[in-house]
């Protein structure tokens, strides 16, 4: 009869990983209500929001946040996942001692491998500039490159009459 009882408790372990994320990510704007994007796709949304765009096992995120008579800014999330597993050599304390699991919390021994996964930033603020003031920083910069021919491509030849 015990091995019975302990049937159920058995098919409840065999998916022994524990899954932890955070998925939401809050984005906010300086001015507030401009239009939020991500990955080309309107969200419906006006910042400050938050939006559950993230997961243990997704991907980067270019969010794109634009509002009329100021400069769209776009922004990268980066996608973080993690796994891990706890191991009988953790819970030693020293390399003179045996390696016992002593340390391990109740979680360790029915979740010994875990995966965690998180948007990184979890918070955005963009600073949205207006179309009349001048571009700073790396927006000369990248409008400087942009002006330049790209080193390695030819530049068009140009037939004689």
């Given at each position: 009869m015990p091995r019975c009882a302990a049937l159920p408790a058995l098919c409840c372990?065999?998916?022994c990983t524990w899954f932890t994320g955070k998925d939401r990510v809050l984005i906010t704007s300086d001015?507030?209500?401009?239009h939020v994007a991500v990955d080309g796709t309107?969200?419906?949304v006006t910042t400050?929001?938050?939006?559950?765009?993230g997961g243990n096992f997704g991907f980067n995120h270019v969010v794109t946040i634009s509002k009329p008579g100021y400069r769209e800014?776009?922004?990268t999330l980066y996608?973080?996942?993690?796994?891990?597993?706890s191991k009988w050599i953790d819970g030693a304390a020293g390399p003179a001692v045996i390696a016992l699991p002593v340390f391990w919390t109740a979680g360790d021994f029915f979740f010994p491998f875990g995966v965690r996964g998180a948007l990184?930033?979890?918070e955005l603020h963009v600073k949205l500039y207006r179309v009349d003031e001048p571009l700073l920083g790396?927006?000369?910069l990248s409008k400087q490159s942009a002006m330049q021919p790209q080193a390695g491509v030819a530049a068009p030849a140009i037939e004689a009459k």
């Open positions: 372990l065999t998916a001015p507030a209500g401009a309107d969200m419906h400050p929001s938050t939006l559950a765009i800014q776009q922004r996608q973080y996942t993690e796994g891990y597993t990184v930033p979890g790396w927006e000369v």
